[in-house]
């Protein structure tokens, strides 16, 4: 029987037939030939994996906003008379920022005043005609004890026109009622026509000057304020923080950042306000810090670099930061065992100097590859050595 080898193994054949052939020395055929060696284990520096109580900071973005902000509009219609203060001015709680003129506000005041008077005097005159009335009343009722004086008819007519001056009395004293709250609404609407600051502040914007006309608007979105007011004694330190971290949040806590005008500086924040809602879009929850300004070195709308401080309640496991390496899709480190690489995809928390926080398929003491790379590949026969310079 013909049996045929496939042209590796023939190639193979040849190729010792050759060396036969052509050594000086007898070779014998029937004497089994060994392959080569097989390749050596890959040398690889390892670290074991480490539980620790790890407390660390995040570098989050910020913004700083004004503590209060409110755009001024005018609340009645008219025309600006006096506008005493620009961008830049320092203002204070109730001082006057402008003034506007409508001549038509002050005639309907006027009028008001002039029908208040007026249900004054119908109460006056009501009040007076109830006392004369009752007065001849009780005369009548006197004098009706002695028989056949007066007669009963007279009596009865004297008690009824009591009786309607009463209700005549109280109707005009409703509509006293009314015309003085007609009036005190002109005046209220009246005194709009002074512009005053709500609360201490610097004006930022001034959009109006003398001459213009004025008014109240229902569309605020298209809406230009007469001026906007913003505290900058007092600001608010926004700061996204990742869900992550949440828990660690501590109100009252101390938090220092820094702007880029003060690049060598640090500020300190105290943690106030908590929404206690992530929000679904980015997956982070505001947090205000009260910021004390009074030096004005910080300028609202400023971004700034926060240090936020971390804490976990229980223990984390760490490697070195080298050791987490990536390909196209995940994080992962290599771990040893049984003296074969084997991948283990992790995802990355906290970091502190050189160490990181991992979360994934390891254990503390698990030997992972002090530096990960995608080259060295699964299933990879190596040999370990321990890093010399483990702490």
Same mark, same amino acid.
């Given at each position: 029987?013909?049996?045929?080898?496939?042209?590796?193994?023939?190639?193979?054949?040849?190729?010792?037939?050759?060396?036969?052939?052509?050594?000086?020395?007898?070779?014998?055929?029937?004497?089994?030939?060994?392959? =080569? %060696?097989?390749?050596?284990?890959?040398?690889?520096?390892?670290?074991?994996?480490?539980? &620790? *109580?790890?407390?660390? #900071?995040? @570098?989050?973005?910020?913004?700083?906003?004004?503590?209060?902000?409110?755009?001024?509009?005018?609340?009645?219609?008219?025309?600006?008379?006096?506008?005493?203060?620009?961008?830049?001015?320092?203002?204070?709680?109730?001082?006057?920022?402008?003034?506007?003129?409508?001549?038509?506000?002050?005639?309907?005041?006027?009028?008001?005043?002039?029908?208040?008077?007026?249900?004054?005097?119908?109460?006056?005159?009501?009040?007076?005609?109830?006392?004369?009335?009752?007065?001849?009343?009780?005369?009548?009722?006197?004098?009706?004890?002695?028989?056949?004086?007066?007669?009963?008819?007279?009596?009865?007519?004297?008690?009824?026109?009591?009786? =309607? %001056?009463?209700?005549?009395?109280?109707?005009?004293?409703?509509?006293?009622?009314?015309? &003085? *709250?007609?009036?005190? #609404?002109? @005046?209220?609407?009246?005194?709009?026509?002074?512009?005053?600051?709500?609360?201490?502040?610097?004006?930022?914007?001034?959009?109006?000057?003398?001459?213009?006309?004025?008014?109240?608007?229902?569309?605020?979105?298209?809406?230009?304020?007469?001026?906007?007011?913003?505290?900058?004694?007092?600001?608010?330190?926004?700061?996204?923080?990742?869900?992550?971290?949440?828990?660690?949040?501590?109100?009252?806590?101390?938090?220092?950042?820094?702007?880029?005008?003060?690049?060598?500086?640090?500020?300190?924040?105290?943690?106030?306000?908590?929404?206690?809602?992530?929000?679904?879009?980015?997956?982070?929850?505001?947090?205000?810090?009260?910021?004390?300004?009074?030096?004005?070195?910080?300028?609202?709308?400023?971004?700034?670099?926060?240090?936020?401080?971390?804490?976990? #309640?229980?223990?984390?496991?760490?490697?070195?930061?080298?050791?987490?390496?990536?390909?196209?899709?995940?994080?992962?480190?290599?771990?040893?065992?049984?003296?074969?690489?084997?991948?283990?995809?992790?995802?990355?928390?906290?970091?502190?100097?050189?160490?990181?926080?991992?979360?994934?398929?390891?254990?503390?003491?698990?030997?992972?590859?002090?530096?990960?790379?995608?080259?060295?590949?699964?299933?990879?026969?190596?040999?370990?050595?321990?890093?010399?310079?483990?702490?």
């Amino acid at each position: 029987m013909i049996q045929f080898k496939s042209p590796k193994s023939l190639t193979y054949s040849l190729v010792l037939m050759a060396g036969c052939a052509g050594a000086s020395v007898g070779c014998n055929k029937n004497e089994p030939v060994h392959a =080569a %060696d097989p390749e050596k284990p890959q040398q690889v520096t390892v670290r074991p994996v480490v539980e &620790r *109580q790890l407390q660390a #900071s995040l @570098t989050l973005p910020a913004e700083l906003v004004p503590f209060e902000v409110v755009a001024i509009y005018p609340k009645a219609t008219g025309f600006v008379q006096r506008i005493g203060v620009d961008r830049g001015s320092r203002v204070h709680k109730g001082q006057v920022l402008a003034r506007l003129t409508a001549p038509e506000l002050d005639a309907r005041r006027a009028q008001s005043q002039a029908q208040f008077q007026n249900a004054q005097s119908q109460l006056g005159a009501a009040q007076a005609k109830l006392a004369s009335d009752e007065a001849t009343s009780n005369h009548l009722q006197e004098a009706a004890k002695t028989p056949g004086v007066v007669a009963g008819n007279d009596l009865i007519v004297a008690e009824k026109t009591v009786e =309607a %001056d009463r209700a005549n009395v109280k109707a005009s004293e409703e509509h006293v009622n009314a015309a &003085r *709250q007609a009036l005190g #609404s002109e @005046t209220a609407i009246q005194q709009y026509l002074r512009v005053t600051a709500p609360f201490d502040g610097v004006i930022t914007e001034r959009n109006v000057h003398p001459g213009a006309l004025v008014g109240p608007s229902t569309d605020s979105a298209t809406a230009v304020p007469m001026l906007r007011l913003e505290t900058i004694d007092h600001l608010r330190l926004v700061v996204p923080v990742p869900q992550a971290y949440v828990s660690s949040i501590v109100k009252g806590q101390n938090v220092e950042f820094m702007v880029p005008a003060f690049p060598n500086r640090k500020f300190t924040g105290t943690i106030a306000r908590i929404s206690d809602a992530v929000a679904q879009e980015t997956r982070t929850m505001p947090v205000e810090l009260d910021v004390d300004n009074r030096n004005h070195l910080l300028t609202p709308g400023t971004y700034a670099q926060v240090q936020w401080p971390v804490h976990r #309640s229980g223990k984390s496991l760490v490697v070195l930061k080298t050791a987490i390496a990536s390909d196209l899709e995940h994080s992962f480190v290599i771990r040893v065992k049984n003296n074969k690489a084997e991948w283990v995809y992790v995802q990355a928390g906290l970091t502190k100097d050189d160490l990181v926080e991992v979360f994934g398929d390891l254990h503390a003491g698990d030997l992972v590859v002090v530096r990960g790379t995608d080259e060295l590949r699964p299933d990879t026969r190596v040999a370990a050595l321990h890093d010399s310079g483990q702490k």
